[in-house]
């Protein structure tokens, strides 16, 4: 079972939301999306979940477009949350899992297995309006996992949870993950997205600009950032060219460079202007490589 979008371009009127992306997720894999706000992302979901028909190119999942007769085989967590706010918890998912084709059964039984492993078991009869916003998103992530979905779309599933449930959710996905569940996620927090994909697409106003397994991406990233302690100032290391930022701190610097060549080179300045106490090249982190390839910059 895999996820496949080939050659997809959705346009709404002249502006083109989605252009030219291609990309399979193999089951059971943990896919992040990442864009800045408007690049696309949501469109793209929308597309996966048939709920949009993109103007060029194809979605399918299992070899198929995921038409409302396959809405069972989907969750979706949407960004923009949806639920009833004058229903109990039990009554909302009852409503919507009915809609997926599960027994009442069926639904209250792993409901309460949710519930429960979000520790919050006295939920299920207070109405949605009565919840914080959390605490609301946890059940909307209950609606889109009751089922049991083979892949799971989440739209910014972290936003707005504070650090303890932003943890008791991600244990959730990666539980998920490990049963099998193919998931694509978007964040906008890259933390996140490092700790939890193996492999992600990175958009930039609709096209994708950066492609493929995380670890190799920051492996073979141009970008370094050099942490060095010297026993001189190096401020003076700021009008170099090629390098992009200096910090200083307590004994030396901090300094982020474009690629490796001027690492090397930067090596051999600091080496003769005096002693170096320490030098190390480190991979650029995810915010780094999304600033740089992602970000708005004022001269396009
Ligand atoms: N139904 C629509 N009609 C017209 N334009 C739309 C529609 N949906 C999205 N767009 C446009 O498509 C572009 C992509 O929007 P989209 O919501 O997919 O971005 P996103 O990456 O999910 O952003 P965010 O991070 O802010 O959620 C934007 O320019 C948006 O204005």
Known sequence: MTLVIND????????????????????????????????GKTTTFRMILGLLDPTNGSVTWDGEPLSYKRTHLVGYLPEERGLYPKLTVKEQLIYLMRLKGMKKTDIVEVMRAW????????????????LSKGNQQKIQFIAAV?????????????????????????????????????????????????????????????????????????RSYGMKNISIRADYDLQFLDATPGILSLDKTKDGA??????????????????????????????????????DEAGDDEDE
């Open 8 to 39: 997809v371009q959705k346009q709404f009127g002249k502006n083109k939301a989605v252009d030219g992306l291609s990309l399979n997720v193999e089951k059971g894999n943990m896919f992040g999306m990442l864009g800045a706000n408007g690049a």
């Open 115 to 130: 519930l429960g492993k979000f520790q919050v078991p006295e939920y299920e009869n207070k109405k949605i309006e009565e």
């Open 146 to 218: 009751l089922h049991d979905p083979e892949l799971l779309i989440l739209d910014e599933p972290f936003s707005g949870l504070d650090p303890v449930n932003t943890d008791m959710l991600r244990e959730a996905v990666q539980d998920l993950q490990e049963k099998g569940t193919t998931i694509v996620f978007s964040s906008h927090q890259m933390r996140n997205v490092e700790e939890l994909c193996e492999d992600l697409i990175m958009l930039k106003r609709g096209k994708p600009v950066l492609q493929g397994n995380l670890k190799n991406i920051k």
């Open 254 to 291: 901090t300094v982020k460079v474009e690629n490796e060549q001027v690492a090397e080179d930067l090596f051999y300045t600091v080496a003769q202007e005096g002693f170096v106490r320490k030098f190390e090249v480190e991979e650029p982190s995810l915010h780094d490589i999304f600033i």
